[in-house]
């Protein structure tokens, strides 16, 4: 690890000012550090306009609608937006004239002031990161979740102390992007991997490349820091671990370990004082599975994070009892409510067949679950048969809407169980008539929103949307319904 550069007076090209607020934070960072800023994004000034807004009044030069190989050419550093693949030519060329590729993240990681943890992962890298914020909130230490989750740390800097902690989400995009080796103020004193499915593969591949993206993460790692990751998966047992870092595996969530002699090294889920399964840390039983008031699949998540938080110096007892206490973040089986007497669950999240998969297995009996935008490069059979086996009726929409359709076919879900509509507006209209009064109905798109919708979050917004005003359609055509009908009130005046 080495310290932070110094930019006053460099030249510093962003590249992709992204959807998340990323690029406008490291452009006003570096602009607070003197830097010379050049701003260029392939969409141009009219489709920028929040970012463009966030912007003003800095001393910045823009390019819009296009990337010059002149600006690549004579910069001294490139913030990468970490959509834009790393073997870019643009990129390749900046590295060839001297200049240092890195992201927003890398960029606060050279000026972090204080202990650190990171989380990486297929699925449930948000929540985990949400829930070690949580756990050392509840035990008195000021914590600062970022990265991945959204916005820029870069612009809170200042307000973070040393005493303080962070918790940083990182993609495997953002990983990927790491300079060789990471710039970093200091070393992280914990990282996770949560788990490794299929995914992102048109970007990295195969499963192989992604997951050695992921691994990315402990070469973060201060000496004598905690690697956190799967036990039991072949990938993972092949990595070679920094000097000096611990590791700590998490064991399968199938089902409660036998009793027995838990490995002094393993995240589990063990029978405990009362034979009843416990969270266990190694040999030491935590806490009972039944006092975290979320579903099943959040169980290594919450433990995990448990594990950050303690290594982050939060108090056992109070972290314990923080459990009970955890709250998931938006769109994560998040319920919405009673829409018309039916139950409404917004999983919006999800944008892989696993992810759909592991939501329907949690919630059971669902009498319509809503799938579709853009499918990835996966096999979406295996999620079709669980649609057949567990779902009343299916709505399926966006671009995969056909082939969704198709595969549901065969699968076994017969036509009149299948419908497929445009966009998830439509799909809002069309899941709620035909789930019954009583019945739940599942948003869950297993799909990438980028046919229709900038990210997952503004999609299940939009479905959130058009099912506030579905119903508020229904509730005034019930209502003018019921007062035709009422005496006094002929129908046809």
Known sequence: MTAAPDWRGRRAV????????????????????????????????????????ALAGLDIEWVLGEHRAADFEGADLVVANPAVAAEHPLLALARSRGARVTTEVELFLAELPCPAAAVTGTQGKSSTTSFTAQLLEAGGLCAHAGGNLGGSLLDHLDAIRPGDRVVLELSSYQLEHLARPPVAARGLGAAAVVNLL????????????????????????????????????????????????????????????????????????????????????????????????????????????????????ADLPDAARALGALRAPDHRLSDLGPHLGRRVLDNGVSTTPDSTIAALEAVGSVATVVLGGQAKRLDYAPLARVVAGRCGDAVVFGASGADLERQLHTAGLGAGRVTRVAGVAEAAREALARTPVGGTLLFSPACASFDAHANFKERALAFAAALRDAVSTQSAAAAIGSREEAPGHPANP
Request: hydrophobic content about 45%; glycine content about 12%; some cysteine.
């Open 14 to 53: 962003v590249m992709g000012l992204g959807r998340f607020g990323g690029g406008a934070g490291a452009a006003r960072f570096l602009c607070r550090r003197g830097a010379r800023v050049l701003v260029t994004d392939l969409r141009r000034a009219e489709e920028l306009p929040e970012a463009r807004a």
């Open 198 to 313: 299929p995914d992102h593969l048109e970007r990295h591949g195969d499963l192989a490349a992604y997951g050695a993206a992921k691994g990315r993460i402990f070469e973060l790692l201060a000496p004598g820091g905690l690697a956190i990751l799967p036990a039991e998966e072949p990938l993972f047992a092949a990595w070679t671990l920094p000097p000096s870092v611990r590791r700590l595996e998490i064991e399968t969530w199938a089902r409660p370990r036998d009793a027995g002699r838990p490995s002094p090294d393993r995240l589990g889920l063990r029978p405990g004082p009362d034979g009843e399964p416990w969270f266990h840390l190694g040999a030491r039983a935590i806490a009972p599975v039944a006092s975290l008031p979320l579903p099943d699949f959040q169980r290594p998540n919450a433990l995990v994070a448990l594990a950050l938080a303690l290594e982050l110096g």
